[in-house]
């Protein structure tokens, strides 16, 4: 597992400074969230789809990413066009679907998929590191950029940890079946998990401070402001002045 | 430098884990200036215990610690311990948390309020030093546990320590690598505090044992 697979390519996205690519994928998301308009949210797919055609991210990666997010969209296609009630679309049974319902799912659906894509195609395309920093410069309170550089630094360490704890049950024959035992020892697993990554958590932090550590992150990639960042700055906020502009006027449909 | 004080003075110490076991008791210790020392004892009598309240990463329950000639009790006076004594930990993987390895090594150096070309500089001299030259871009959770415990050694020797603790470096390092980390530490010349079990390792790198025996150095 390579939660940074993407960080690193020949693209002009990633090339560009996270301050600026920070501020365009949340104001596009938060744009895409809150529409309603099918324009706004067509037009929103379509400028992710070109990000991510531009990132030029491999395609089996971006499909794979994809497909997870899209499996959890089938469980709502399964419930929310039976569960909204409105205008009668066709019938399963005992069961109607409508057509606000279908709307709603449908909506859901192009809304998560245009944020992924964005986020992939913003975010995805700098090390965790660069957004990290970006984000201190952005002078977002340092609590939750700590939090969100562990939550992503230590996801791998967990991670591990969990391989390592099942090889060793899988080295001494267990194998996972649905008794009480098999409960009780997966239990005792997930506990375990949860324990070793606090203490590790903890001896990290202490090793940080023995570096020096107060608080603050440095980096030692320096970042400054270029052209083309202005220009994608410039660009991405009139994309969003138009998107917000169709969803709260009514121009077009 | 000159240093006519004990690098560490430790008068009476003792300490208990909150869970009430007692695993110092009545501890004293003088660690000369330009002194290399091993730290033995059995396992778990404190000797990792003992690292970690030299660096005031846990307090004493009684008794004096005195570091670089002063007594050290608050955090404030352990910041200036850390900036002096080198701490390399036991599991590597405690100490890397940075994504590169050139970032991790640079991490101790920009927290002392380095530059950033001051701090590649001590980056480079600390990876040549070890050998690693060509790691520095290096992944480094995609290291080798053999890899990983070099590089956090290079990533307290980038910050200059006037002291080394080292809490059984040798563990998972294979012969020529321990040879190589044998090479090191004489070439650097540093005053020297090592736990580890391994005797040979210690024979060529130390020139006093420390025994630490029911809670106190024997
Ligand atoms: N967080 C803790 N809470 C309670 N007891 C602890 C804690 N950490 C260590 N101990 C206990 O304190 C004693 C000393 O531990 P320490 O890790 O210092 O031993 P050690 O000499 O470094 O051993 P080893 O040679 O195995 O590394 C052990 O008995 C251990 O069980
Ligand atoms: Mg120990």
Redesign the pocket.
Known sequence: MHLEEFARGPSLLHRLDPRVKIPAALALSMVTAVADRWVVLAAALILSVGLTLGARLPFSRVAARLLAVNLFLAAIWLFLPFSTPGRPLAALGPFTATWEGAGLALAVTLKSNAIVLGVLALLATSPVFSLVHGLRHLRVPDKLVHLFFFTFRYFQVIHEEYLRLRLAMRVRCFVPKTDRRTYRALAWLVGMLLVRSY?RSIRVHQAMRCRGYDGRLWILHHFELENRDLWFLAASGCMILVLAGLEWTNLIL | MDESYPLIRITDLGFS???G?R?LDGLSLVFEPGLKAGLT????????????LIMGLLRPTSGRLEIFGRPRTREEDFREVRAGIGFVF?DADDQLFCPTVADDVAFGPLNLGLGRDEAHARVHEALDLLGLGAYEHRITYQLSGGEKKLVSLATVLSMKPRLLLL??PTAGLDEPASERLVQVLNDLGLPLFI?S?DRDFLKKTVTHLFR?EAGRIR
């Open positions: 203490d | 884990y909150p869970d076991r695993v004892g059995a396992n778990g009598t404190g000797k990792t215990t003992l690292f970690h036991q809490d059984e736990i079990h630490l």
